[in-house]
């Protein structure tokens, strides 16, 4: 029992343990239970507010759809009443189209049946303008046989022109005098006589005796009263020479104040009328230029120097360093003689201006006396001109050389001191150098002495060879400068007394008569040529179409008749380059001999009408004038005939150059520190070939400007002084071409100038 009771109380033990297991086990479910209704109940909430939002979101979308399914059809309505109303109109208009095509239907048909009359014209007027062209085809090959026979001609022309001015002589001296200024009016003149065939006799009124009278004889004489234009009417001629390839100088010589600027500029300010030389001559070159440019194209370029103290100075250089340039001492192939100056391209005569007054202004500043400086140094403005014959490529060069020497007044030795003594010297030095120059050049001396100033060498090659010359001899006629205008006529004369001297030319042995003959004959075929030319001128502008058609052909044809211009006695460059600088360096000096041979057949004719006139003067003079000893016989040296007559019983005195007067000159020279010749280097191995337009540049297209030039020009004279110590710098207008080449490495001269350029 008792085990059974334990038994049992084992049972209840177990069974009581494990009901507190399952009780454990319901607890634990219970929670478990719990914790999954509670994670149902948030699933539910999450899902019951997805529901709801989807449910708003559905509505608002049933709304949106709702609202665009109305618009819809809103759209669709109007839609469907506009293509209505389209509908209509396009109805109407078709119509209208219908209308309009019915009514031109009628017309098209009445076009269609005159239109076929056309055509029947069109076919008739077809045929006679074949006819009409095959008669214009013969009419143009006239013309084109016109044009090139018109081209001819004019080559013609231009020679015998040049052969005219050769023989009126390559040395011209022309004497002007200048009028007593206002308020001089009650002084003595000089000026006894002025003859027409350039007769000047002088006087001094205060000495009067046998010695007081003197003729001299130039090309021509300019009375005081003659006019600006007068005096640039016997010039004119050289200035077309230029464009034909010639170089030609034209310089005034004379003491300060005796009108040399006044010549050679015209006062400042001036008028059209009033213009000098230089003004007139640009003016003429740019004229011509352009009335030329159907056959040739010209480029023109000027380059401006000073000569002070024998030193040369580039006046249109910016550049303040003012470094001394060097001279070529031959005649390069591209005309340039101080290759370092600056060159500056021009287009018309008011270019040239403002470069010269650039250059005026410059020679003033700089200077302790600005005026004196101004007149004792020489200015040298060069006009280089370049032309290429359109036709055969041919290329001329030619430059104009225009010179305002310094004055020549003499300085009182014993008053002359330190710089003055020495500027004076050198002045001296120049113009005697000068007149040694060409009065070697026309005696056919064996040594023409260029080297012996900066001034000849400058000039060197318009001084010589198939150069031509002109000297204004410029005189005061007041009897204060007599001694100068004395000394000035000295000079002249012997200047002038190479070109009339007949000795040279009589030896020749050629006849007066026959180089009178060549003259006129010369004339007579100018003058045929030029009717020629006029004839010939007027089929050639009589059409502008035909005038086309024919230039074309003329240049696309060769012609065979042409020659190259201005043949051998011009700066004619054919082709390319013909003449290499070595080959031109070895011609030198020597021009000079072909040239003397010229001038000796072309100054005799003049010479002895000269000195005929001088007989015939002499008689006629009112002065007592022993002409006995002037032989005028055909075949003798008249100038030395004429300096042999010197008697002391004359009155009249032919004066020449003699070798007194030529040691006054050189003995005040005394100096030695001048320096000589050339600074550059003129080895065959410093030869740079300088270019004054590079050839790759092709000839302008556009013609140049029509020169027009303000009827006042405003000026500067030589004596404006400056207060600023600066140089005038070039505006940008006026663009600098380097006036040489890129030379090759190596070479002291290239590196000078290509530094220059870059
Ligand atoms: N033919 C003339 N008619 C009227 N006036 C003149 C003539 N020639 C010169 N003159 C006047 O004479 C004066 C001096 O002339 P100009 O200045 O030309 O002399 P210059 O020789 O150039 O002197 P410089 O050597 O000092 O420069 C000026 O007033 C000028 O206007």
Not at 415 to 439: P, Y
Not at 581 to 602: F, G, I, L
Not at 738 to 751: D, F, H, I, Q
Request: one cysteine or more; glycine letters at 6%; a neutral charge.
């Amino acid at each position: 029992m008792e085990e059974k009771e334990k038994l049992q109380e084992q049972d209840l033990i177990r069974l009581m343990e494990d009901n507190d297991h399952y009780k454990m086990q319901i607890s634990s479910l219970d929670t478990e239970l719990e914790s999954s209704k509670h994670a149902h109940e948030k699933d539910r909430l999450q899902l019951v507010a997805q529901l709801e939002q989807t449910r708003v979101e559905s509505e608002n979308k049933i709304l949106e759809l709702q609202c665009l399914l109305s618009e819809s059809t809103k759209k669709v309505q109007e839609l469907e009443a506009f293509s209505e109303s389209k509908l209509v109109k396009l109805k109407r208009r078709e119509l209208g189209y219908k209308h309009f095509i019915d009514s031109h239907y009628g017309s098209l048909q009445e076009l269609r049946i005159s239109s076929e009359s056309i055509r029947q014209e069109v076919m008739r007027t077809k045929e006679i303008y074949v006819e009409e062209l095959s008669h214009f085809g013969f009419n143009l090959k006239g013309l084109v046989d016109a044009a090139q026979n018109y081209h001819t001609v004019l080559e013609e022309n231009r020679k015998l022109y040049n052969q005219v001015q050769d023989l009126k002589g390559n040395i011209r001296v022309y004497c002007r005098i200048r009028p007593f200024l206002p308020g001089q009016s009650q002084k003595l003149t000089t000026i006894e006589y002025i003859g027409e065939n350039g007769e000047l006799v002088v006087t001094n009124p205060s000495k009067l005796g046998k010695d007081s009278h003197r003729l001299f004889k130039f090309n021509k004489v300019f009375a005081p009263a003659v006019t600006q234009e007068e005096v640039f009417r016997d010039t004119q001629p050289l200035i077309r020479s230029v464009l034909d390839g010639y170089n030609v100088c034209i310089f005034a010589y004379g003491q300060t104040g005796s009108g040399k600027t006044y010549t050679m500029s015209g006062p400042s300010m001036s008028s059209v009328e009033n213009w000098g030389v230089n003004y007139r001559a640009l003016n003429d070159l740019f004229n011509i230029s352009q009335s030329r440019k159907s056959s040739i194209a010209y480029e023109v370029g000027v380059q401006m120097v000073e000569i002070y103290n024998e030193q040369v100075r580039d006046l249109l250089c910016s550049d303040t360093s003012q470094k001394r340039l060097g001279i070529w001492s031959t005649t390069q192939p591209n005309g340039l003689a101080v290759p370092d100056a600056s060159m500056h391209p021009v287009k018309s005569t008011a270019n040239v201006l403002e470069l010269m007054n650039i250059g005026l202004m410059n020679r003033a500043v700089g200077a302790t006396a600005l005026n004196e400086r101004s007149s004792r140094s020489h200015s040298i403005l060069t006009v280089h001109v370049r032309g290429i014959d359109l036709e055969t490529n041919d290329i001329l060069r030619g430059c104009l050389h225009l010179v305002d020497l310094a004055g020549s007044e003499r300085v009182d030795r014993s008053e002359a001191r330190g710089d003055r003594l020495r500027e004076a010297q050198h002045i001296n030095k120049s113009l005697s150098a000068l007149g040694d120059v060409i009065f070697a050049l026309a005696q056919k001396s064996s040594h023409v002495p260029y080297r012996n100033s900066k001034l000849t060498q400058v000039l060197q090659s318009s001084l010589g060879g198939q150069a031509k010359t002109l000297m204004f001899v410029q005189l005061n006629p007041d009897v204060e400068s007599y001694s100068e205008t004395i000394s000035t006529l000295k000079f002249a004369e012997r200047v002038s007394g190479v070109e009339l001297g007949a000795a040279r030319n009589n030896k020749e042995g050629r006849g007066v008569k026959e180089l009178m003959d060549q003259v006129a004959n010369l004339k007579d075929t100018i003058a045929k040529k030029d009717e020629e030319i006029g004839r010939l001128r007027v089929p050639k502008t009589s059409g502008n179409g035909e005038r086309r058609s024919v230039s074309s052909t003329r240049h696309s044809s060769a012609s065979p008749r042409r020659q190259s211009l201005g043949g051998p006695r011009t700066n004619q460059i054919s082709g390319e380059r013909s003449s290499k600088p070595t080959q031109k360096a070895a011609s030198d000096v020597d021009n000079s001999s072909e040239y003397s041979d010229r001038q000796s057949d072309t100054g005799s004719q003049q010479s002895m009408d000269d000195f005929r006139h001088h007989r015939d003067f002499f008689r006629q003079s009112r002065l007592a004038v022993v002409d006995a000893d002037l032989n005028l016989g055909e075949d003798t040296d008249s100038r030395a005939t004429a300096r042999g007559s010197q008697n002391p019983n004359e009155d009249v005195v032919l004066i020449g150059f003699d070798d007194a007067d030529s040691e006054e000159r050189l003995s005040d020279i005394s100096d030695g520190v001048l320096s000589m010749g050339t600074e550059t280097d003129g080895s065959i191995n410093s030869i740079v070939e300088y270019t004054l337009f590079p050839e790759t540049t092709k000839p302008p297209s556009e013609t140049p400007e029509n020169p027009s030039i303000p009827a006042k020009l405003p000026r500067l004279t030589q004596k404006t002084v400056q207060t600023g110590s600066s140089r005038m710098s070039l505006q940008k207008s006026t663009p600098k071409v380097p006036s040489s080449k890129k030379p090759p490495s190596g070479n002291t001269s290239a590196v000078r100038s290509s530094k220059r350029w870059q």
